[in-house]
C-alpha cells in the first residue's frame, strides 16, 4: 500500500485543529489503496498547537525557526510518503477533498498539481484586498514564468516525494508558496491545477499583508533570473479555463 503523507504548518493553530483534524479522510484514503502520514509542523507556537496534534494522532515536527517557508522545509524533509499533500492549518482549505484531488493526479499521471482558490464561487471566503494582491502576484507570476497558474499563492499543492528532492528552494517565508510551484513547472515535472472549494478562516489571521507581498514580489524577480536545471523527461499539462474535471487537462 502507498503511503500519502499530509503535511500541515502550524503556528498557534490550536483553536482549529480540532475543527481541522477530522476532516483528514484517512478511511477513504485507505479504501483507496493509500495509508495516510499526517504531518503537523509546529512553528515555535506558544498556544499547545504541538501538543494537541500529537494528542490527536498527528506526528509532529518541531520547527523552531518561524517563517512558512521554514515550516514547510522541516515537515516536506520530515514526510516519507510517495506522494505529498499540504494545507494550511487555519481550516480555509478543504482537506475532505484529497480524495478526488489524488484521483485526478493518479489518472493524469501528474507529478505536482496546484489548486486554484481564486473563484468567484470562493469571494466571501477571502478579504477584497487579499483577492486583489493574490490576483496581481499571479498575474504576475504567470508572465514571469509563462506556466498558466491562475493562483501562485495558494497553500494547496499535491506531488511525488522526488519532485521534493530535486528541487532547490530558497525563501522561509510566504513567497515559498510560489516558489516551490515556479520551480517545480520551470524544472518540467508534469503539472496541472485545479479548482477548489477556500473556506472562511477560523482563528487570528497571521498574514502581514504589506511586507509578505512586497518580498513576494521581490522574491519573483529574483527567482525568475536564477539558473534552473532541468528535468529529463518533460510532459507539462496544465487546466483550462473553467473546469475541475479531470478531462479537462490537455497537454500545453
Not at 517563517?67 to 520530515?78: I, K, Q, S, T
Not at 510517495?82 to 501528474?110: K, M, R, S, W
Not at 507581498?213 to 473553467?242: C, D, M, W, Y
Request: glycine fraction near 8%; aromatic fraction near 8%; charge should be neutral.
Amino acid at each position: 500500500m502507498r503511503t500519502l503523507s499530509i503535511v500541515i504548518p502550524a503556528f498557534n493553530e490550536a483553536e482549529n485543529l480540532p475543527h481541522l483534524m477530522p476532516l483528514i479522510p484517512a478511511d477513504e484514503l485507505r479504501r483507496m489503496g493509500w495509508e495516510t502520514d499526517l504531518v503537523v509542523v509546529d512553528n515555535n507556537s506558544t498556544d499547545g498547537t504541538g501538543e494537541l496534534a500529537r494528542s490527536m494522532g498527528a506526528r509532529v515536527v518541531f520547527q523552531g525557526e518561524r517563517g512558512y517557508g521554514n515550516a514547510y522545509r522541516a515537515g516536506l524533509d520530515a514526510a516519507h510518503g510517495d506522494v505529498i499533500a499540504t494545507g494550511d492549518a487555519d481550516c480555509t482549505y478543504p482537506f475532505d477533498a484529497l480524495p478526488h484531488l489524488l484521483a485526478t493526479f493518479e489518472e493524469n499521471q501528474l507529478e505536482f498539481l496546484n489548486t486554484n482558490r481564486l473563484l468567484r464561487s470562493n469571494r466571501g471566503a477571502m478579504k477584497v484586498s487579499h483577492t486583489a494582491a493574490n490576483h496581481v502576484l499571479s498575474g504576475i507570476s504567470r508572465s514571469l514564468f509563462r506556466n498558466g497558474l491562475r493562483d501562485s499563492q495558494s497553500g494547496m499543492w499535491m506531488f511525488r516525494r522526488y519532485v521534493w528532492e530535486r528541487l532547490n528552494l530558497r525563501s522561509g517565508g510566504m513567497a515559498f508558496s510560489q516558489e516551490i510551484k515556479n520551480a517545480a513547472t520551470s524544472a518540467g515535472f508534469r503539472y496541472a491545477e485545479v479548482p477548489i472549494e477556500y473556506r472562511p478562516r477560523g482563528g487570528e489571521v497571521k498574514l502581514n499583508a504589506l511586507p509578505d507581498g512586497v518580498e513576494n514580489l521581490r522574491q519573483l524577480f529574483a527567482h525568475r533570473f536564477r539558473k534552473v536545471t532541468p528535468v529529463p523527461v518533460s510532459h507539462v499539462i496544465r487546466e483550462r479555463s473553467g473546469s475541475s474535471l479531470p478531462e479537462s487537462l490537455g497537454a500545453v
